[in-house]
């Protein structure tokens, strides 16, 4: 499957950003749908995960009532949806499928399948 992230870009502190993920190809094998971020020095960090089909959510404690991911089944596209951004928030974000989890949903490992990834810069 090929995932294409999209709706980066600049956003004031304070300011919201709603990113998209949508899906090409052989979709029907994976089960969840993440979105991660990587920001200056840091790892690969779980920000949010979803059951698609079923609404199922996970979420990061940094981004607990912040960030909102949802689907839309028919255009095979996941959203995030950001609110109250901090500079914190600055990162590349990719989505990622999976078919399972073999434990924690953030692991990189249980993902097969990557996006390119879209930046998000937070300015204070």
């Known amino acids: 499957v090929q995932l294409v992230e999209s709706g980066g870009g600049s956003v004031q502190a304070g300011g919201s950003r709603r990113l998209s993920c949508t899906a090409s190809g052989d979709v029907y094998g994976n089960n969840y749908v993440t979105w991660f971020r990587q920001g200056p020095g840091n790892g690969r960090e779980g920000v949010a995960a979803?059951?698609?089909?079923?609404?199922?959510?996970y979420y990061a404690d940094s981004v607990k009532g912040r960030f909102t991911i949802s689907e839309d089944y028919g255009k095979k596209t996941v959203y995030l949806q950001m609110t109250s951004l901090g500079p914190e928030d600055t990162a590349v974000y990719y989505c990622a499928a999976a078919r399972a989890f073999g434990g924690a949903w953030d692991l990189p490992r249980w993902y097969n399948d990557w996006g390119q990834g879209t930046q998000v810069t937070v300015s204070s």
């Open positions: 979803i059951y698609l089909g079923f609404g199922n959510r």
